[in-house]
């Protein structure tokens, strides 16, 4: 059994697909610990309906940046993880925890990257009238919204489209791919060559929400 350690900061709708997922498709993985850095963090409840163990980790209890980062990569590291997920995580990893869980920290960005990096994608994607949008799972590396892509996710733009319109249409396309993105990892199916990402055997790493306005 391979072991999935998750962090979440808010709503927690990636974890709940991904436990979902783990338990539907019975995967040779278990989810052995949510780590939440907001006590108030919605995907708490999801964890426990799931009977998952959380850790809180308050950022703010912390005295400084280092405390914290210190902390968490304690904590994360000692659960042995095979595998890091990050879902809806809002706090900058630090380089030593980035480096030591290399290739196997895992990422979901709302946005077709390398498009639209950073915060208020959504918005962005509005503002600059394009017709597709999606999300990207990625490794993560030191520098944000870059790693080696491992899948994307592609929904259409419509013109009345506004911020939570097109946020719920791309957090359908997250569901499916994360946990997608995760079952390949399990079954060791993911490759990295020259920062390249493929699946063996070969499977399709593109997916696109049905075009129905
Ligand atoms: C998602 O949009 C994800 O792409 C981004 O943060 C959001 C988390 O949502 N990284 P949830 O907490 O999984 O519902």
Redesign the pocket.
Known sequence: MKKIVIL????????RSILQAQRLKAWEADTVQVIANRPQAH?IAVAKEFGVPVTILDHQACHSREEFDAQLLEKTQSFKPDLVV???FMRILSQEFVQFFQHRLM????SLLPSFPGLKTHAAAIATGVKWHG?TVHFVTQEMDVGPIIAQGAVPVFPDDTQPTL?QR??QI?HSIYPQAIEWFIQGRLHIEHGNVRVEPAQQQFFQLPITP
């Open positions: 979440i900061s808010g709503r927690g709708s990636n974890l995907g990050l879902a809806g990422n979901i960005h709302p999300a946020e791309v957090l997250e």
